[in-house]
């Protein structure tokens, strides 16, 4: 009677691991079925997978632009080493011409690489219009200083003492950019100190320097250097 009973029981508990077996399997080839449906449909327009790309993506670009820039400001700052004329005008203008150079090429790099800010897309075209006609201008004004053969090399020495100064404190430009998470921040955060080095260098000859069309020149550029960096700081911001 006992074996009957104990029989009886076995047979309960197998039915039960049966069904508990198939409702197992059943549960574990659904969740196959829908994951493999999931991996051959496409990611969401945002989502960790699109915003990796996307990511990596700005970062081959940012890379790309700062190692261009990097050239451009190394080349920029080996050109713009004085060798003394005798007049501070001519030492002026002379290094101003690479130094113009400079933020045009830093403007064509991120037309390349950038572009995609619209306001900081016109002013990058503006300024490469604007600075190769002024490049051209002071090309004609060395010529014309050079004919006169006026030197002044006590009144040179002292500018020369304060250019040394702009040019090793502004040293550290490709340094400030390297973090920088766009081309549009990196191309703004690279200009703005290059803009300001000009103003120091034209607020600097208007010391030393009484020739009226240098010290036209010298104020054009202090005045047209200081409003470039407030248009690209209100863009900056507005990122």
């Known amino acids: 009677m006992n074996k009957h009973k104990n029989y009886h029981m076995y047979g309960i508990l197998a039915i ?11 549960l574990y080839i659904g969740r196959n079925t829908n994951g493999s449906s999931a991996s051959k449909q496409s990611p969401p327009a945002s989502s960790p997978v699109t915003d990796i790309i996307k990511d990596a993506g700005d970062d081959t670009e940012v890379t ?4 261009e820039q990097d050239t451009i400001i190394y080349d920029m700052l080996k050109n713009m080493r004085v060798k003394e004329s ?8 002379i290094s101003m011409i690479p130094h113009y150079e400079a933020s045009v090429d830093m403007s064509k790099n991120y037309l390349i690489y950038g572009g995609k800010n619209k306001k900081l897309k016109e002013l990058a075209s503006e300024i490469i219009d604007e600075h190769l006609e002024e490049i051209e201008d002071m ?8 004919k006169y053969d006026i030197t002044d090399k006590e009144k040179e020495k002292k500018y020369l003492n304060v250019y040394n100064k702009i040019i090793s404190t502004h040293q550290h430009i490709p340094d400030e950019t390297d973090a920088s998470s766009n081309v549009e921040k990196a191309y703004i955060e690279g200009m703005v100190i290059h803009h300001q080095m000009a103003s120091d260098m034209a607020e600097t000859i208007l010391k030393y320097s009484s020739n009226r069309e240098i010290c036209n020149i ?10 470039e960096i407030s248009q690209m700081e209100e863009i900056f911001n507005d990122m």
């Open 218 to 227: 010298a104020e054009d550029i202090f005045e047209m250097q200081k409003e």
């Open 139 to 146: 090309q004609e004004l060395i010529k014309e200083i050079q």
């Open 64 to 67: 790309a632009y700062l190692e």
């Open 86 to 93: 005798g007049s501070a005008e001519l030492d002026f203008l």
């Open 16 to 26: 039960i691991i049966l069904i508990l077996l198939v409702i197992f399997f059943s």
